[in-house]
């Protein structure tokens, strides 16, 4: 064969032998290039196939070093309190460019493991001894002004005033959510025929928006006809908020799982899961349902009662600061005309002491509140928040501040947006911070009983925007504190001038335009004064 080809003219890249058609030639280079591509496509085929078993034994090691880590963090975390066993959570793959879930482990919080290093310890001993000084300064400053001790706590007293009205409405509003979410959902589940939408999904669909619905305005009627004070107004609507966004966790993960019930499926576990594990999830420090969490084998109840005992520190903490700091900062708004420079230096003024409100308030609520819950409820993942005071970018202080709220924004509002659109994950971000300044600006509006959008204006402006600032290093982890500062200043001090307008202004109109419209700048001062 070697010497027909050797003596084959060559033509057109082929050798022709005597008594060749055109034809023969012709059927030659057809089968010369059907060979080749089948051959160009077996290897393009055996490419792929060793391209992803390459990345699947990647991801395979990956997430077995996270599982190790996962397990090591887990056992340093809360040792010989955490049953092994119930670690069931770790990280899932991502499958067909779906996000991953969030991840459940037994793990303190970042501040409990911290407050084990000796000289962080010494930095919470010195917030003690600064509580101690502002306790005896107010002793001292009413012996010596009016001759006696004045331990009647009026701004707190005021603050949660009405108190049997909080629980009142509180117990209806838990007991809503167990007599008639749960009653609903179990009912639409186990009589739903298996299979695609129908009439009776979209009736139970419709039946789920009227319950949100009513349960968005029932309390806004509530805290209008009894007259509720902020303090009081922000424990009801916070907690209307939590119990919203826990029916509908509850309801986003297992429908989902009743829609794809198959009833000739034996391996396919209960539709509705049993009534003590969505009874579990109401209580505990998480907005995002699992059928099952990391739990404590026992509860340390001089744990829950020193996080407690935290928790009232800080609310006279906070007291301390307003009554000694804030109060008389804006005593005099509202009683005469405020200049751009009485502004500038009320701003200035109450930087500090807003910025040490937003920090107790931290570590009240997403410490030691949840963390006294999470160990009565024997759940053993602590990580409410990670250290977002190291953060040197808007976007990782976001996703680091709380954790809690962040799951559940990422998990039921990110993910779910990014289904929907999976090109535009920036509609999906914008979505997320839609959602989460309307809700901080609804709380305000239900504790001032006003609506004065400052909060919403730098959350979607300012806020927004400094998420595309991105860096590394000291400066810029200055850069956001001091962007932190100086917002919590400007927000107290704003907020504070239409407070007290409004309590020494009169209506400049008798109707929903006056909550609409700013008073502080309406109010005529000269006519008050007349």
């Known amino acids: 064969m070697s010497e027909e080809n050797s003596t084959r003219p060559k033509e057109n890249g082929f050798h022709k032998l005597p008594g060749e058609s055109e034809e023969d030639i012709s059927w030659i280079k057809m ?32 997430d077995g070093f996270l599982e190790e880590v996962d397990l090591a963090e887990g056992k340093e975390g809360l040792t ?20 991953p879930d969030k991840v459940f482990m037994a793990r303190n919080s970042v501040l409990t493991d911290l407050f084990k290093i000796k000289d962080v310890k010494t930095i919470y001993h010195i917030f003690v001894a600064i509580l101690i000084v502002f306790s005896l300064n107010t002793l001292v400053y009413d012996l010596i002004n009016e001759g006696r001790l004045n331990l ?36 639409w589940s186990m009589h739903r025929k298996p299979g695609k939408l129908g009439g009776y999904d979209i009736a139970a669909a419709i039946c789920y928006i009227l319950y949100q619905l009513v349960f968005l305005v029932w309390p806004i009627v509530y805290i209008k006809d009894n007259a509720l004070p902020p303090g009081s107004s922000i424990i009801v609507t916070s907690e209307q908020i939590r119990l919203m966004m826990k029916v509908h966790a509850f309801v986003r993960e297992n429908a989902v799982k009743v829609l794809k019930y198959k009833k000739d499926d034996q391996s396919s576990e209960p539709v509705c899961p049993d009534f003590s594990k969505y009874l579990y999830f109401l209580f505990i420090p998480t907005l995002v349902y699992r059928d099952s969490y990391p739990r404590t084998r026992s509860i340390r109840w001089s744990y829950v ?20 700091f804030l109060v008389p900062v804006f005593r005099n708004f509202g009683r005469e005309h405020i200049t751009a420079k009485a502004l500038i230096l009320s701003v200035f003024g109450s930087m500090l002491p807003a910025t ?36 040197t970018s808007f976007a990782n202080y976001y996703r680091t501040w709380n954790i809690v709220v962040h799951d559940w924004l990422y998990t039921y509002i990110y993910k779910d947006v990014s289904r929907l659109s999976p090109k535009k994950r920036s509609l999906a971000m914008a979505c997320v911070f839609f ?25 979607m402006g300012a806020g927004f925007g400094f998420i595309f600032f991105k860096g590394v290093g000291r400066g810029w982890n200055v850069f956001l504190w001091l962007m932190l500062i100086m917002g919590n200043g400007m927000l107290m001090c704003l907020y504070s ?24 700048w309406t109010c005529d001062f000269e006519a008050m004064e007349g």
């Open 31 to 62: 089968k010369s290039q059907m060979g080749y591509h089948r051959i160009k496509s077996q290897a393009q085929q055996l490419k792929q196939d060793v391209k992803q078993s390459f990345l699947q034994e990647l991801d395979s090691l990956v």
């Open 80 to 99: 010989n309190n955490v049953s092994f066993s119930d670690i069931s959570s770790r990280k899932k793959k991502r499958t067909n460019g779906e996000l």
């Open 152 to 187: 009647s706590f009026d701004l707190i007293q005021y603050g949660m005033g009405k108190f049997s009205k909080v629980m009142e409405l509180w117990m209806c509003m838990n007991l809503s959510t167990v007599l008639v979410v749960y009653p609903g959902f179990y009912y």
């Open 305 to 324: 009662v020193s996080n407690f005992g935290q928790v009232l520190a800080c609310l006279f903490y906070t007291y301390y600061i307003f009554e000694r």
């Open 356 to 391: 040490l409100v937003l920090v107790l308030g931290f570590f009240a609520i997403l410490h030691s509140w949840f963390n006294a819950f999470a160990e009565m409820m024997t759940f053993a993942d602590r990580m409410f928040y990670k250290d977002w005071w190291n953060s």
């Open 435 to 459: 959602i989460s300044a309307v809700a901080h600006e609804y709380v305000l509006i239900m504790c001032f009983k006003f609506f004065y959008p400052v909060l919403f204006v730098m959350f």
């Open 497 to 520: 001038l239409e407070w007290y307008a409004r309590q020494r202004c009169p209506e400049n109109m008798d109707n929903f335009l006056d909550y609409l419209i700013p008073r502080s």
